[in-house]
Structure formats: structure tokens, C-alpha cells
């Protein structure tokens, strides 16, 4: 199930909460700075690596003082490269994985915290969500945090109708 939601990530109650960083899990854009600022310093210790995380890989860490347990970490550029649309369709498609393993039931994402304009993020987030091979229930919801009602319309315009 995919659903939209008016809500701030870092209060969202989510089992975890998707992250743009690069290869050093240090944040990309103002939403991920955000989560940071409101993660504390326990998170900042949970997200150090030794050496640089392969770009379109996702990694689960702690979320130190969030609401949600976890953070998925999607590494969407390095030091040489910007993060591209198919480098975020291949960390999605890791975090989607890594979620599974962590049997992680629900996930949140904002729509303009992935480093893409909204609408090309949310498709992303949809379409990946949605066409997860062999899906075993893991995650079961994902949650599009959109920060408006343009935003919601625009997001919402790429779901299906929902059942009558």
C-alpha cells in the first residue's frame, strides 16, 4: 500500500525513513540535513563508514532520536558523480531489498527530499515500490510525505485509483 501523508518526516512513525547521502552516508539536500539536525548526535555516530559506500547502493543504519527505528540510506553521489535518475531507481531498488531482509513494515520518504525534482522522485518511489520482485510482504507501506497540497496532487496523480 502507498499512501501520501502531510507530515514531517523525522516525526513520522515509520519502521524507517529513507535518506538521501552520499558515499560517506553525509547528507544530500535540505530534507536529509533536516533528519540529521533532528537525529542527533547518537545518529551521527551510527552513520559513520570507514571508506566509501558504492553510489546506488542503500544501507540501513540507527535513527538515533527520530521516531522511526531505522534510516535507509540511499548513496546517490559521490565525490565525482551526481545523483542521477538511474542512480536513484538502483538505491531504491536496494533499499527496497534491504527493507525486506530487515523485515521493515513500514518505510517513509519525502517526495522532495531524493535530490530529483517532486514528481520525478515520486515516480521513482511509486514505480520501484510497486514492482518489487519476489515481494514477501516486506515492506508493506510505504509513506510519500509531501509537504503541500500541490504537491499532494501532483504526487497523488501517479497512484492508482484507490479500490470503491
Excluded: C, K
Amino acid at each position: 500500500m502507498i499512501r501520501l501523508v502531510e507530515q514531517r518526516l523525522e516525526s513520522l512513525a515509520a519502521d524507517a525513513v529513507v535518506r538521501a547521502a552520499d558515499s560517506f552516508l553525509s547528507p544530500v539536500g535540505a530534507a536529509s540535513e533536516a533528519l540529521d539536525a533532528a537525529a542527533g548526535t547518537t545518529f551521527t555516530e551510527q552513520r559513520r563508514v570507514n571508506a566509501p559506500l558504492e553510489i546506488g547502493s542503500a544501507v540501513v543504519t540507527g535513527a538515533g532520536d527520530l521516531t522511526a527505528e531505522f534510516v535507509l540510506h540511499l548513496v546517490v553521489q559521490d565525490e565525482e558523480r551526481s545523483a542521477t535518475r538511474e542512480v536513484l531507481r538502483r538505491a531504491l531498488l536496494h533499499a527496497w531489498h534491504r527493507a525486506e531482509g530487515w523485515e521493515l513494515s513500514s518505510v517513509a520518504a519525502s517526495a522532495g527530499g531524493l535530490v530529483l525534482p517532486v514528481e520525478e522522485a515520486a515516480a521513482l518511489l511509486v514505480e520501484t515500490f510497486r514492482d518489487r520482485a519476489d515481494d514477501t510482504g516486506y515492506p508493506a507501506e510505504l509513506l510519500i510525505v509531501v509537504d503541500d497540497a500541490e504537491q499532494r496532487s501532483a504526487v497523488g496523480a501517479l497512484l492508482p485509483p484507490s479500490p470503491a
